[in-house]
């Protein structure tokens, strides 16, 4: 049984558009719900995280929104651009624990 | 700082060899994870260790892979008698005991023939 389901598996966006990722977790005792980019080739690296105590997180162009009584969150790029171009992932975890993931949602920014 | 560094970074053996995998955590950092991801999937947690203890194993790491931490520094992931379906980027990744986030490398892509 899958304990992130990530949405959608491809998405494509204009240049300086808003790409919007979904997930949706069913293990209430996460309390860590961080989301990774990755190139290809490449590990993936930390882009932005939140704590179920609030419900919204922004750092630069991303944003996280996070709904505790929906069990879900997600993850918004601003002004969307070609770099941003890769595969994206939201993972949750309990304490210090491993982290486990959504299936990833490959990006395309397009000019 | 210089990040959390993995060899090598690819490997291609034949079925039936034995394959070794290192990692080097951020130096300060006492817990060190390994993960496995295949193609168009997110990563999945194999094992992971608080300095030299081997905390925990899934249910994915078969009596075929076997991992240390000698003295609660760099990490080796053995895979024995490899298989086609062991072909997958294996990535560690390290954190401190007091913060949470991991911190990956950049992977070791391994390909069974």
Not at chain 2, 43 to 67: G, H, I, V, W
Request: net charge positive; charged share 20%; aromatic share 12%.
């Amino acid at each position: 049984q899958q304990q992130v389901k990530q949405s959608p598996q491809s998405l494509i966006v204009q240049k300086g558009g808003i790409s919007i990722i979904n997930c949706a977790y069913e293990n209430t005792a996460f309390d860590y719900f961080p989301w990774y980019q990755q190139f290809p080739g490449k590990g993936p690296a930390l882009l932005i995280a939140i704590r179920p105590d609030v419900s919204e997180k922004k750092e630069g162009r991303f944003t996280i929104s996070f709904n505790k009584s929906a069990k879900q969150f997600s993850l918004h790029i601003m002004d969307s651009q070609p770099g941003d171009s890769a595969t994206y992932f939201c993972a949750a975890r309990t304490g210090n624990t491993p982290l486990v993931f959504g299936k990833g949602t490959r990006l395309s920014v397009i000019a | 700082d210089t990040g959390v560094s993995q060899n090598p970074r690819h490997k291609i053996t034949k079925r039936g060899q034995n394959v070794t995998f290192r990692c080097d955590p951020i130096s300060e950092h006492n817990r060190l994870y390994w993960y496995r991801q295949t193609l168009g999937q997110g990563p999945e947690f194999l094992t992971y260790f608080q300095n030299e203890a081997q905390l925990e194993k899934s249910r994915l790491l078969s009596d075929r892979f076997s991992a240390e931490r000698p003295k609660g520094s760099f990490s080796t992931l053995e895979i024995q008698r490899t298989e086609q379906g062991d072909s997958a980027m294996y990535l560690c990744a390290s954190s401190s005991a007091s913060r949470y986030t991991q911190y990956f490398g950049p992977g070791t892509r391994l390909t069974v023939l």
